[in-house]
């Protein structure tokens, strides 16, 4: 079987990792390992930058590579190669590509656009003139930019093709879908859990992170992707703010991935913000965090909860989207929307030192069930682009 890879979804989304980009290095990895016997000629930009060591490893296994500069050359490598598989973990921007004759296995990881337009909070992002535009243009024409957005996926799940594959790492995703595009064919929507990824398999903690960055184990409390307004880092931080003025809150507070773009100044001294920071160093403040608050407002699969339960960090998570078919009754859940329920399970694990053990025992317990099933199911993913 010959197979057409996407590696521009591993690609980073200017300099920072992203979710898409670590599943689409797993699944090309498991590729090269399990499915020995596939032909697989893969694209990339070559005016982004993409992980070295996964083109050498491409190369070992005698993968064809090629360098493209704009998605039109897209066109120009699937068109002549009829009777392949065509495989991306980030298709949402291919909906004009032309698959005819080709099978096609896409992951989609949420329809976010759809089911989340837009947060109140979202401004408070805002770098600069065309992300307030955006946010104001989304605000006040939130109906004709979720119709748009529609659309836009409609024109994706239509796109011709000799088959056509959809996985998916939930099954709330898989029936989002099915929810917004009532006519798609159930049986073609597999779901599969997002893969283990470099974080929570090959990298090993930075021994120095915690000395480097003045923490102490199990001292602080951990947010990330504090830049993303989706993340809702700015409303956790309301709410810390808020009990750190109501009590005596001992822990410190570390947001990680940047900040929104507007806080107050008295959040200076109160909360320490970090860069989008190297995999060891995330490993070691996942497994030395005294917990890790992760508000999102929405999610396909969910990453961070996972990397940290795998630690046996106790979680303070939204229940929203797929985090609570994913992480069962491990985490504590709260309303990403109320910042007095954030409190209340903040504070609740700060006073009941045998809470936060159970939900550390919990925490691990799930950790080591999912990830069985996510190495099961990458290698059922594979089967299915190379077969």
């Not at 009777?83 to 004009?96: D, W």
């Not at 004759?101 to 089911?115: D, N």
């Not at 120095?208 to 956790?236: D, H, P």
């Not at 507070?253 to 773009?261: D, K």
Request: glycine share 4%.
């Amino acid at each position: 079987m010959t197979i057409v890879f996407d590696l521009v979804a591993t690609q980073p989304l200017g300099n920072n990792v992203h979710g898409g980009g670590e599943y689409g290095k797993a699944v090309f990895l498991s590729m090269l390992a399990n499915m020995p016997n596939s032909s697989i000629t893969a694209f990339y930009y070559k005016n982004r930058p993409i992980d070295q060591s996964l083109l050498d490893r491409a190369r070992d296994h005698g993968v064809e590579l090629l360098e493209i500069s704009q998605q039109s050359d897209i066109q120009k490598i699937i068109s002549p190669r009829k009777n392949c598989t065509f495989y991306s973990a980030m298709p949402y921007s291919y909906h004009n590509l032309d698959f005819s004759g080709m099978k096609v296995v896409f992951t989609i990881h949420g329809l976010r656009p759809i089911e989340i337009a837009s947060d109140w909070y979202e401004y408070k992002y805002a770098r600069g003139l065309s992300d307030w535009v955006k946010w104001v243009a989304k605000s006040a024409f939130q109906n004709q930019y979720v119709k748009w957005r529609t659309i836009q996926f409609g024109r994706l799940l239509n796109r011709p093709a000799r088959q056509l594959h959809i996985v998916v790492p939930s099954e709330h995703t898989k029936y989002s879908l099915l929810t917004t595009f009532p006519d798609l064919d159930a049986d073609k929507i597999v779901v599969l859990y997002s893969p283990e990824t470099s974080v929570g398999t090959e990298a090993r903690a930075e021994p120095s992170t915690l000395s480097k960055y003045g923490l102490s184990e199990r001292e602080f409390i951990l947010l990330v992707s504090g830049n993303r307004w989706v993340k809702n880092s700015y409303r956790a931080l309301v709410a810390l703010d808020q009990l750190m003025t109501k009590t005596d809150l001992c822990k410190q507070v570390l947001v990680v991935g940047g900040a929104p773009a507007s806080i107050p100044k008295k959040w200076q001294p109160k909360f320490s913000f970090l860069p989008y920071l190297s995999q060891r160093e995330l490993v070691a403040l996942y497994e030395s965090a005294f917990c890790l608050l992760y508000p999102t407002l929405n999610e396909g699969f969910g990453y961070p909860p996972l990397e940290a339960m795998r630690h046996g960090t106790p979680v303070v998570c939204s229940a929203i989207t797929s985090t609570t078919e994913i992480l069962g009754d491990a985490p504590m859940y709260f309303s990403p929307y109320s910042t007095s329920e954030i409190q209340n399970r903040i504070l609740s694990l700060l006073r009941d030192d045998q809470l936060w053990q159970n939900k550390s025992s919990q925490s691990s317990a799930r950790y080591k069930l999912v990830s069985t099933q996510q190495r099961k199911m990458l290698i059922k993913l594979c089967e299915i682009i190379a077969t």
